[in-house]
């Protein structure tokens, strides 16, 4: 089965940090874009972050520019976002996917995965 494989969320308090993990399952990362994505309770889907195939290029959305840094390790088939500074308006379901560029449209990002929970609160 493809898929992609969120990992490293919780419960946190306000300025803290996490690390989440986007693992692949039955393929290789290697030729793909991978973007970050999170959806809050009653909103759309936004986009966090993506990263290109090489790692050559990132970007941010601007409420996480600063405080988030995406990177990714081809040989552990993995895409990390580390995220500093937390808010609670951070809070939301995390999800990755891959597509072939991270100016792709969001209905051409594939591989979705069940998401993680990151709670930002006193």
């Known amino acids: 089965q493809l898929q992609l494989v969120e990992s490293g969320g919780g419960l946190v308090q306000p300025g803290g940090s996490l690390r989440l993990s986007c693992a692949a399952s039955?393929?290789?990362?290697?030729?793909?874009?991978i973007g970050w994505f999170r959806q809050a309770p009653g909103k759309e889907r936004e986009g966090v972050s993506c990263?290109?195939?090489?790692?050559?290029?990132?970007n941010y959305a601007d409420s996480v520019k600063g405080r988030f840094t995406i990177s990714r390790d081809n040989a552990k088939n993995t895409v990390y976002l580390q995220m500093n500074s937390l808010k609670p308006e951070d809070t939301a379901i995390y999800y990755c996917?891959?597509?072939?560029?991270?100016?792709?449209?969001?209905?051409?990002?594939?591989?979705w995965g069940q998401g993680t929970q990151v709670t930002v609160s006193s």
């Open positions: 990263i290109s195939s090489s790692g050559g290029s990132t």
């Open positions: 039955g393929f290789t990362l290697d030729y793909h874009a």
């Open positions: 996917a891959a597509a072939v560029t991270c100016r792709s449209p969001l209905y051409e990002y594939d591989y």
